[in-house]
T-cell receptor
Framework: NAGVTQTPKFQVLKTGQSMTLQCAQDMNHEYMSWYRQDPGMGLRLIHYSVGAGITDQGEVPNGYNVSRSTTEDFPLRLLSAAPSQTSVYFC????????????FGQGTRLTVV | SQKIEQNSEALNIQEGKTATLTCNYTNYSPAYLQWYRQDPGRGPVFLLLIRENEKEKRKERLKVTFDTTLKQSLFHITASQPADSATYLCALWGATGGGNKLTFGTGTQLKVEL
């Protein structure tokens, strides 16, 4: 059981480039989310989804797009990378109830130069 | 606005002592509160969940309390070991705007010294 898989693990981008961070889960969870983690800032929610075809913004959505065409996949797109998007990105999934734990991927460390 | 606050200063304790970490929240009425552990370079891992009608919950050397009047949860690790060194985060589901979101505190780093 793979759980939540994120790719790539590391990425360096030049300012202005676009890329997609991949996230896949094999637990049939309805809820998926993306966070970024910066020193001293904790985990901040970027976007989340409560099911295929449904997405919504989190705390820091600017500069990022998401889509949820299947239950399993929830890619995060950086449209035009900026140095301020240098961070560690985590994808998470869980069933859509408040009393359930979130399962996290191993993270993607992104550097924008 | 909704806030979850944890002590941003690292907590250093000696092996064998009890570590106590605090999570305070405002503008939430949570039915559940969660605690996670995060090691460097890895994603958070779920530890414990406590319900609003549970004053205390235990799991091996871990104990969590939940006081909805004070809007506070305490996380205790008894007989701490160097392997317990990590960052510990609390998390709450909150309904804001259009839907439910799982929001985390900033975490507290625990260092257990020999």
């Amino acid at each position: 059981n793979a759980g939540v898989t994120q790719t790539p693990k590391f990425q360096v981008l030049k300012t202005g480039q676009s890329m997609t961070l991949q996230c896949a889960q094999d637990m049939n969870h309805e809820y998926m989310s993306w966070y970024r983690q910066d020193p001293g800032m904790g985990l901040r929610l970027i976007h989340y989804s409560v099911g295929a075809g449904i997405t919504d913004q989190g705390e820091v959505p600017n500069g990022y797009n998401v889509s949820r065409s299947t239950t399993e996949d929830f890619p995060l797109r950086l449209l035009s990378a900026a140095p301020s998007q240098t961070s560690v990105y985590f994808c998470a999934s869980n069933p859509l109830q408040e009393n359930t734990e979130a399962f996290f991927g191993q993270g993607t460390r992104l550097t924008v130069v | 606005s909704q806030k979850i606050e944890q002590n941003s200063e690292a907590l250093n304790i000696q092996e064998g002592k009890t570590a106590t970490l605090t999570c305070n929240y405002t503008n939430y009425s949570p039915a559940y509160l969660q605690w996670y552990r995060q090691d460097p370079g890895r994603g958070p891992v779920f530890l414990l969940l406590i319900r609003e009608n549970e004053k205390e919950k235990r799991k091996e050397r871990l104990k969590v309390t939940f006081d909805t009047t004070l809007k506070q949860s305490l996380f205790h690790i008894t007989a701490s070991q160097p392997a317990d060194s990590a960052t510990y985060l609390c998390a709450l589901w909150g309904a804001t705007g259009g839907g439910n979101k799982l929001t985390f505190g900033t975490g507290t780093q625990l260092k257990v010294e020999l």
